[in-house]
């Protein structure tokens, strides 16, 4: 998990893998602002790119970087693992509380949680779902959005 988060927490590595891997979140400027085996935050920017017509950041691109803190944390567990574990989301689930305009910085907090997950994933070989959380905060403090993804993994047993 060190190599990952390493590898994360490098912003001119984790922004090349973007250019190759995620290039819409690359261009809509996502930083990770730490990750760790507990956590990750992730930060976007209100700009011209990520804006709405209401003068706020289109919930696309706050869905874009809610769904990479919860990603990250799952990648953290699976980067390298043996067996393969294969992630997708299977569901997503968005409230909205304020417009989001600023930094707005999104938080992951399940990173525990996951790490049982995978463990009894990689055990039985069956497919297993999860819901992370991701809560979006702006820069004065208040929560902006909240979003919870199901992610569907599965252990590549042979």
């Given at each position: 998990m060190?190599?990952?988060?390493?590898?994360?927490?490098?912003?001119?590595?984790?922004?090349?893998f973007l250019v190759a891997k995620?290039?819409?979140a690359f261009i809509a400027g996502i930083r990770v602002n730490e990750l760790t085996n507990e956590?990750?935050?992730v930060r976007i920017k209100y700009k011209w790119l990520t804006q709405n017509p209401f003068k706020s950041m289109y919930f696309?691109?706050?869905?874009?970087?809610?769904?990479?803190?919860?990603?990250?944390?799952?990648?953290n567990y699976t980067y390298q693992s043996n067996p393969t574990v294969s992630m997708l989301i299977v569901k997503n689930k968005a409230e909205y509380y304020?417009?989001?305009?600023?930094k707005i910085t999104f938080t992951c907090n399940d990173g525990n949680h996951i790490a049982e997950i995978i463990e009894k994933c990689k055990h039985s070989g069956e497919g297993i779902s999860i819901d992370l959380k991701s809560i979006g905060i702006d820069e004065t403090g208040?929560?902006?959005?909240?979003?919870?993804?199901?992610?569907s993994l599965k252990a590549k047993l042979k």
């Open positions: 060190d190599k990952f988060q390493k590898l994360v927490n490098n912003s001119f590595l984790f922004r090349l995620l290039p819409m956590k990750a935050i696309a691109c706050q869905a874009m970087a809610a769904e990479m803190s919860t990603g990250l944390l799952v990648m304020k417009k989001a305009t600023g208040d929560k902006v959005s909240e979003f919870t993804f199901t992610w």
